[in-house]
Structures are given as C-alpha cells and as structure tokens.
C-alpha cells in the first residue's frame, strides 16, 4: 500500500490577509456628512474598520477634499485614528490623482497589494478612487455598507460602477472576520468588545 499524499491547505487567495492590506477612509467631512444617505451607518462602519486596523497594524491612509470648503474630517473619526494618521488633502475626486495618496501609498505597495476602501461619496471620489486602485494594478475591496452618498442612487449606482470595475464589494462584518481569521486570539477577544 502506498503512502497517501498528505493534504497541505493554503491560504484562499480570495480571504483577506491582513498582511497585504491597506484601509483608505475618504472624505468623512463636517460640511458633507449631514447630507449623506444613512450617514450613521456609515460612519458606525468605518469606525469598526479602523478600530480592526489598528488592532491588526494595518496602514490606513486618510484623505479630505478641500477642506477649507468642506471641512475637516469629522471629529468622532479623528478621535479613534491613530496619532500618526494624518489626513491627505486633496481637490482630486481620485485618491490616485493627488501626488500625496500616492506617495503616501508607494511607501508599502510592494508588501500590501490590497486596498479596503471607505467613505464617501460613493459616485465620486469612493468610486474613483476604486477604478484608479484596480488601474494601478490593486486588489481592490470596497465595504458597500461603509460608504454612502447624498442619495440612495448614487450610493447603489456607484457600487455597481465599482463592481463592474473589477473592486469586490463586501461588507464591514465580512471584512473583519476575515481579517481575523479565528476566535481564538488576542486580537479577536480585542476587537469582539466594538462589535457587540
């Protein structure tokens, strides 16, 4: 009788791993949230994945449009950033249009190949920002329930356009738990607090 092969699992190409991913927050602004679709939604979601990505040492890039006309990035996101985020601002509606983003991500684009993007507006500069990722060569993941528009159309129509790009939509729980992997860690007990 033969030896049987052992079976060696890998690593589903498609799961996250948090090693070769990045979290871009765009453009959550005094001036534009009030007017934003299901804006508490939003902004309950983009503080759960920066509350993962700073439990898992993930890089997160931050930006603001103009805003000296729309503000600055408002205050219940600035308080849980990390001390060394700083905002990226830019007139740009394409994160990959503005010289800064993309300084800013060249830093670490050889080890972390995969963008988790968030914000607002999702026909603009989310939308944007997701074509100009998976142009330059990303794995593109876009949270569709972290990012909004103005109005509910343009919020469906832009994930649509996004997905139609080649960026995989997703949601902020599936993300997470992907980026976790198991139950049994550390960083699992540290982030199960923010997701009772």
């Known amino acids: 009788m033969e030896n049987p092969v052992p079976i060696v699992f890998e690593r589903t190409p498609n799961l996250l791993d948090r090693d070769r991913c990045a979290l871009v927050v765009v453009d959550l602004q ?30 997160i890039l931050l930006t603001q449009q103009y805003p000296r006309g729309l503000g600055e990035t408002v205050q219940e996101i600035r308080d849980i950033l990390p001390s060394d985020t700083l905002p990226i601002d830019k007139t740009e509606f394409g994160c990959f249009n503005n010289p800064g983003f993309k300084e800013a991500i060249q ?34 993941q876009v949270a569709a329930d972290a990012t909004s528009s103005r109005s509910e159309f343009n919020w469906k129509i832009g994930l649509d356009r996004m997905k139609e790009a080649g960026a995989q939509l997703s949601s902020t729980e599936m993300m997470i738990y992907e980026l976790l992997g198991r139950s049994d860690t550390p960083e699992f007990k540290a982030m199960l607090q923010h997701l009772k």
């Open 30 to 59: 005094l001036k534009l949230l009030p007017a934003i679709f299901e804006k508490g939604r939003v902004i309950r979601n983009v503080k759960l994945l920066i509350e993962c990505a700073k439990i898992l040492n993930i890089p």
């Open 107 to 140: 830093q670490f684009k050889r080890r972390r190949n995969t963008l988790l993007v968030t914000g607002i507006e999702s026909h603009i500069c989310v939308a944007q920002t997701a074509l100009g990722g998976v142009e330059e060569g990303f794995n593109v």
